[in-house]
């Protein structure tokens, strides 16, 4: 889950003013003057790696079209002209392509949770396939036949969500998420990805807003669904004793765990409820033998993935991918960067690593170290700050792992990649959120000597263009005899 009363980073000037720059939500096109916004039909050539259809003008200019599929022939209205391309929308689909089909969701067009429902599952996934192949040829690294698929069910996979609270002027509450290219809030009643858990939530969330006495001291609603059910945190900008007990109320007649994120700039978890005992389950390294699960305990604020059945299946992969199941792991020093609250570091340490957990969070390096206790698994848990290279470099020579394993945020894992080059490891397992970060530290690795040898594209959030990605890379150090030194 993302750190609940984060700021949202400033926003950077996009260049064009006035009503030329102003991006508007799909369907709502931009006017300029008294006249409409330019119109064309154009022929889509292909998808861009966030989904939109990709077209050209007359004059050659480039046209991003929301809303169109390869192939189709569309009539898009232009809602953004900047100096070397255009942005547009679809007014009308004049020759729909075969992948076309209607979005599940009733709020499809106006939400901008999700970005393309109007393309059919199967092709969803060969698009983000495709998209790795592409950002990782452009660093000259080819991947050898297609990207392995992890994937789950198209709807309900959820578990986790923010939804955001607005009073208007007119007093009337708004509980949803955002529009596309808006910080305008549409109202919605259920959400065909959320865990059902979750969706159940939503009808009687916004009714209960409308009772309290000062719904504008609510920012936004955090759910999150863990093995004991569904958990609603409240971003609550200033105490209100009155709308305390009508939140007490609420999770009470509801059956939900409930919590306050109190004050403006340095916010405070308060649980209003007895206080649960958060957990979820991964894979254990013996499955197929019919171990039970993992279990990790989490916290409001802590990272967790959002599709249960995918992170279950990258875990399963990253296990496969290294051995575990022939015992390749056993005795064997790794070094999990960006760990969290253990959702790798568990399952290599249930296969007989050695492992050295190193989280950022202090909070979370606690909890990791918790959970490998809990487990019985003898892991060590340890706090640093990953985005300096001379930490990882200081990790990497204390450690002297067989295997690093690297989870970072969007903002990838430069540091790190630059300290494994220079002192190179036999095997990396990297786990990316941003493909193009992800391409730029792959870069580097290959070019400081490793060679990608498994690749695999995780569906973690369907319906929409983002894209979560595993890499598998070897050195030659891996082709050397035990107890062989790098220099022979």
Not at 71 to 83: L, S
Not at 201 to 206: D, K, Q, R, S
Not at 305 to 322: D, G, P
Request: hydrophobic share 45%; charged share 20%; proline share 7%.
């Amino acid at each position: 889950m993302a750190m609940l009363g984060k700021r949202r980073p400033r926003r950077q000037a996009s260049g064009v003013s006035g009503l030329q720059g102003r991006q508007q939500p799909q369907g709502a096109p931009l006017l300029r003057g008294e006249g409409e916004p330019a119109s064309r039909e154009v022929t889509i050539e292909r998808l861009a790696h966030d989904g939109r259809g990709v077209a050209h003008d007359p004059d050659g200019k480039t046209l991003f079209v929301e809303g169109a599929l390869t192939g189709e022939r569309v009539e898009a209205a232009v809602h953004r002209t900047r100096k070397r391309f255009d942005e547009a929308h679809v007014r009308e689909v004049i020759a729909a392509a075969p992948e076309r089909v209607a979005p599940p969701c009733a709020h499809y067009a106006r939400c901008g949770g999700c970005d393309l429902q109007h393309l059919a599952l199967p092709a969803q996934r060969r698009h983000k396939q495709a998209v790795l192949r592409e950002l990782l040829a452009r660093q000259g690294i080819e991947v050898d036949g297609e990207p392995e698929l992890l994937a789950g069910p198209g709807e309900g996979y959820r578990r986790r969500a923010r939804l955001g609270v607005k009073v208007d002027a007119q007093g009337a509450i708004h509980l949803g998420f955002r529009a596309r290219h808006s910080h305008r809030l549409v109202t919605i009643d259920h959400c065909t990805i959320l865990a059902p858990a979750l969706d159940a939530l939503l009808g009687p969330l916004h009714h209960h807003l409308a009772s309290l006495e000062a719904p504008r001291q609510v920012g936004h609603l955090e759910l999150v669904e863990s093995d004991q059910g569904a958990v609603v945190v409240v971003r609550q900008l200033k105490a209100h004793e009155g709308d305390r007990g009508r939140w007490q109320a609420f999770a009470a007649a509801r059956g939900v765990p409930l919590a306050w994120l109190m004050g403006r700039e340095a916010p405070t978890l308060e649980w209003l409820t007895p206080a649960p005992a958060l957990s979820c389950r991964v894979p254990s390294a013996h499955q197929a033998s019919g171990a039970s699960d993992l279990t990790l305990g989490f916290a409001p604020g802590d990272f967790l993935q959002a599709n249960t059945e995918v992170n279950r299946a990258m875990v399963s992969t990253a296990l496969a991918w290294l051995g575990a199941g022939e015992g390749a792991l056993a005795g064997r020093e790794v070094l999990d960067l960006f760990a969290g609250v253990g959702n790798f570091s568990l399952p290599l340490a249930d296969a007989g690593a050695s492992v050295t957990a190193v989280e950022g969070n202090p909070a979370m390096v606690e909890r990791l170290a918790d959970n490998a206790a809990a487990n019985r698994l003898p892991l060590l848990a340890r706090q640093a700050d990953l985005a300096q290279q001379a930490t990882a470099a200081a990790l990497l020579g204390e450690a002297r792992p067989e295997v690093v394993v690297l989870d970072p945020p969007r903002e990838g894992a430069e540091s790190v990649a630059r300290a494994l080059c220079a002192a190179p490891v036999p095997r990396v397992l990297y786990v990316a959120c941003d493909p193009a970060t992800l391409a730029r530290d792959a870069a580097r690795l290959v070019h400081g000597g490793y060679r990608m040898t498994r690749s695999a594209v995780a569906d973690m959030f369907v319906h929409t263009s983002h894209l979560e990605s595993m890499l598998l890379f070897e050195h030659p150090l891996w082709q050397q005899p035990q107890g062989a030194s790098p220099d022979g």
